[in-house]
């Protein structure tokens, strides 16, 4: 499986409607603090967005309300890997993507043979607490030696000055959000990670 250089992350399908037209291939749902039944309708919304732009959906999180939603990815940190009904998830024939902070992790994250793997934070991020230093791009090769062909998402601290380097430390896609959602013109910069990303784009095919 292969994933696109550019992993946009939102908390909103208003930022999918906004966003994925623009060519965002990859997004994910990531929603904290809304009920259930808000969070339906969002991964609901957001599915139809992305059908009709052919972006792939990965929801964070709610495992449940994916499958149930009919979503054929998701991604789960560590925890929410512990909580989570693995044999549901593959019979419904959703795909998995697991963070990762450090090697204890790693080891349980391959252990579930996730679709992908995701290594951060790789520089200092403001979007949440963490209690994990930045990782740092040397951190990410080694990542890169230790997960064999599986693809490895770097995420936290991304901006357009940083994406080069985490695909030449090996790196198959950048997940970004606060560089795009809180930039001055989101479109714009959303448009500018496209066409940063657009070589790693081209070896997909
Ligand atoms: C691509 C990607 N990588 C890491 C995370 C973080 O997941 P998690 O550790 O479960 O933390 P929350 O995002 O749920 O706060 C992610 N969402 N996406
Ligand atoms: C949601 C998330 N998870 C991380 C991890 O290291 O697991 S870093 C992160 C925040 C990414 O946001 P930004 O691009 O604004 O730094
Ligand atoms: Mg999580």
């Known amino acids: 499986m292969k994933l696109d250089p550019f992993y946009l992350i939102v908390d909103s399908s208003d930022w999918v409607a906004r966003l994925v037209p623009l060519g ?7 929603i904290k603090d809304r009920s259930e039944t808000e969070i339906r309708t969002e991964i609901r919304n957001a599915k139809a ?31 929410d890997l512990a909580d989570a009904d693995l044999g549901a998830i593959r019979s419904a024939g959703v795909k998995l993507g697991v963070s990762t902070h450090d090697a204890v ?10 679709d ?6 790789i520089y200092a991020t ?6 994990w230093a930045p990782q740092g791009l040397e951190r990410l090769r080694h990542w890169r030696s230790l997960v064999g062909d599986l693809p490895l998402v770097a995420i936290g ?7 080069d ?14 560089d795009i959602t809180l930039n001055e013109n989101p479109e714009k910069r959303t448009r500018q990670w496209i066409a940063a990303t657009n070589s790693k784009r081209i070896d997909l095919r």
């Open 116 to 121: 992908y793997i995701a290594l951060g934070p």
């Open 126 to 131: 403001i979007l949440k607490q963490m209690k």
């Open 105 to 114: 992790e790693l080891t349980a994250a391959l252990a579930v043979e996730p």
């Open 49 to 79: 967005i992305c059908a009709a732009d052919r972006c792939q959906l990965i929801v964070n999180d709610y495992w449940r309300l994916a499958i149930e939603e009919g979503c054929d990815f998701i991604h789960l940190g560590q925890e």
């Open 24 to 30: 965002v291939k990859l997004v994910q749902l990531r």
């Open 157 to 163: 601290g991304l901006n357009i000055d940083r994406i």
């Open 165 to 178: 380097g985490v695909f030449e430390h090996g790196a198959d896609s950048a997940a970004v959000v606060t």
